[in-house]
């Protein structure tokens, strides 16, 4: 069978993902309910890149700080095992898309129903600014939002 390199990415990103989810004894098996387990696992990894002012002081020092590319690599983890959750659970009215979107690059993304979504985007903003941008709220705004208005109209 011929696979498309997205659908290599993405399945290369979920099964990491579901390994990684095994080190916090977490067993992320695509359910709705996963999505609670990854949402507490980026609260730990976004709480690790915001530390309290000495000790982010230290880690400029020290220059033990993620980079750029790793904090995208988590993003794009954890990002598409949010959106393969949500595509499994909308199967007729959700896939995965590389279009250039804004203008400056292609962008894995999902289509949900007639709206784009971006939870790889959402992920790497959970990890930057915290609980402010919880997973589980996206998650239900499609959900919710989105599916739900669409299959009633």
């Known amino acids: 069978m011929l696979v498309s390199p997205n659908e290599k990415i993405i399945h290369d990103n979920c099964e990491t993902a579901i390994e990684y989810g095994k080190s916090f004894h977490k067993n992320l098996d695509y359910s709705e309910t996963s999505i609670t387990e990854v949402e507490e696992i980026l609260d730990y990894y976004s709480k690790e890149l915001n ?90 705004v499609i959900k919710y939002n989105v599916l739900e208005k669409e299959s009633h109209s």
């Not at 033990?64 to 009215?93: C, F």
């Not at 400056?104 to 941008?133: C, T, W």
């Open 51 to 140: 530390p309290g002012w000495i000790k982010s002081v230290i880690r400029t020092i020290t220059r033990r700080k993620p980079t750029t590319n790793q904090l995208q690599s988590m993003a794009l983890i954890w990002g598409v095992y949010l959106g393969e959750v949500i595509r499994n659970h909308n199967l007729d009215r959700c896939n995965w898309y590389v279009e250039n979107v804004f203008g400056d690059g292609e962008v894995l993304h999902l289509q949900v129903g007639s709206v784009k979504a971006f939870p790889i985007d959402k992920v790497y903003k959970r990890l930057m600014n915290g609980p402010e941008d919880n997973i589980l709220s996206f998650y239900d």
